[in-house]
Nanobody, 127 residues
Framework: QVQVVESGGGLVQAGGSLRLSCTAS????????MGWFRQAPGKEREVISC????????SYVDFVKGRFSISRDNAKNTLYLQMNSLTPDDTAMYYC????????????????????WGQGTQVTVSS
C-alpha cells in the first residue's frame, strides 16, 4: 500500500522560513519524479514545483522562484521544500505527490500527471 506523508508545516511570521518534508512508502521512491502543490482556503489547488527522479531537473512556478527550493534524498525516501521569505499569501495546505512520468519541463504542471497524494501539511504565515 502506497503512503505519502507530508510534515513540517506550522505557523511562521512573514519573512520567515520553513522546510517541508514528504516521505513515501510502498513504492520505489527513486522511480518517481515528485511535485509539491498547495491549496489556500477557497482556492483551487495549484502546483508549486517538480523534481525529477535523480534531481537532474527542477521546475517552479513564477511566484515561488527565488524563494522556494525543492530537493530530495532518495536514500531516505524523502522529498523537501525549503520555503524562504514567506508572506501571508503563502498560507495554504501543502501537498506532495508522485509523478507518473519523469518530466519536469514543458507541461510539467498538469495535475493529472500526478498519482499518489499525501494528506497535506498546513502552513500559516502571519503578518
Amino acid at each position: 500500500q502506497v503512503q505519502v506523508v507530508e510534515s513540517g508545516g506550522g505557523l511562521v511570521q512573514a519573512g520567515g522560513s520553513l522546510r517541508l518534508s514528504c516521505t513515501a512508502s510502498g513504492l520505489r521512491f527513486g522511480d518517481y519524479a515528485m511535485g509539491w502543490f498547495r491549496q489556500a482556503p477557497g482556492k483551487e489547488r495549484e502546483v508549486i514545483s517538480c523534481i525529477t527522479r535523480l534531481s537532474t531537473g527542477t521546475s517552479y512556478v513564477d511566484f515561488v522562484k527565488g524563494r522556494f527550493s525543492i530537493s530530495r534524498d532518495n536514500a531516505k525516501n524523502t522529498l523537501y521544500l525549503q520555503m524562504n521569505s514567506l508572506t501571508p499569501d503563502d498560507t495554504a495546505m501543502y501537498y506532495c505527490a508522485t509523478k507518473k512520468n519523469n518530466i519536469c519541463s514543458g507541461s510539467w504542471s498538469s495535475q493529472s500527471d500526478y498519482n499518489y497524494w499525501g494528506q497535506g501539511t498546513q502552513v500559516t504565515v502571519s503578518s
